[in-house]
């Protein structure tokens, strides 16, 4: 624990709210225990029905998330809390090797998983990890976001590519700045959809495409072979 010291107290888990997802329940109280005593606030759902009900208003930053759980699994679980919780950290506990690969892949955007029996000072470990990665993110988010040749300038909402500034609508802007806000995590259209045009949007989901399309011909060298906004097919895109 001498460690944690030099984090400095913003480190601690104060007030910041975790969802644990785990239908047994020695290992839930296990994990729950070990979080309170790093100064986490804890939640605890036994299925994720309860955990999506729960997530309505309670807004948990972290949700650790078995992938075992009656009725709904935790694959499932984490694709619909990531559709409205893009900013969520989502820790997936695990009891087989072979999750891994689906944990991890594009398609879930789970930000770390543990395989069972784990210690879990190091699941407490991992989410400050996390944590403490997204709090230097915001940081140097401030008001510009540069990427590769790319940068966005939130205050002026401006956009440059070589320092040179490309023309976008709102929207363009608005996709573009999401993206590089998740540079290198998969979005799904749906995800997209309720970030850029807001969870009361009922249009088409190929507006999605439309838009970016229009936005790789304004700002990708070659349209035709995007190199910063990637197809992930049959899900969405990724920037990187
Ligand atoms: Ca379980």
Not at 48 to 58: I, P, R
């Amino acid at each position: 624990m001498v460690g944690y010291a030099k984090w400095g107290v913003h480190m601690s888990g104060e007030g910041i709210k975790v969802l644990v997802v785990e239908d047994e329940s020695s290992i839930r109280k296990f994990i729950t225990i070990n979080l309170k005593r790093d100064g986490f606030q804890v939640l605890e759902a036994e299925s994720g029905e309860e955990a999506l009900e729960m997530m309505k208003t309670c807004k948990a930053r972290i949700i650790v998330l078995d992938v075992m759980l009656p009725g709904i699994d935790g694959f499932e679980v984490c694709q619909k809390i990531r559709e409205t919780e893009p900013d969520a950290i989502i820790v997936m506990l695990t009891a087989r090797n072979q999750d891994m690969d689906k944990i991890m892949g594009l398609e879930l955007g789970a930000d770390d998983y543990m395989v069972k029996p784990f210690n879990p000072l190091e699941l407490v470990a991992r989410i400050r990890t996390i944590l403490r990665r997204s709090e230097k993110n915001k940081v140097e988010l401030g008001e510009t976001i540069t990427l590769k040749s790319y940068c966005v300038d939130l205050k002026s909402q401006k956009f440059f590519k070589n320092g040179l500034e490309v023309e976008l609508t709102p929207r363009e802007f608005s996709i573009i700045t999401t993206f590089m806000k998740n540079p290198g995590r998969a979005l799904s259209r749906d995800e997209l959809l309720n970030i850029v045009w807001g969870k009361n949007y009922f249009g088409d989901i190929k507006t999605v495409d439309v838009h970016i399309r229009r936005l790789r011909e304004k700002i990708e060298d070659n349209s035709s072979e995007p190199q910063f906004i990637k197809t992930v097919w049959g899900y969405g895109y990724i920037c990187q």
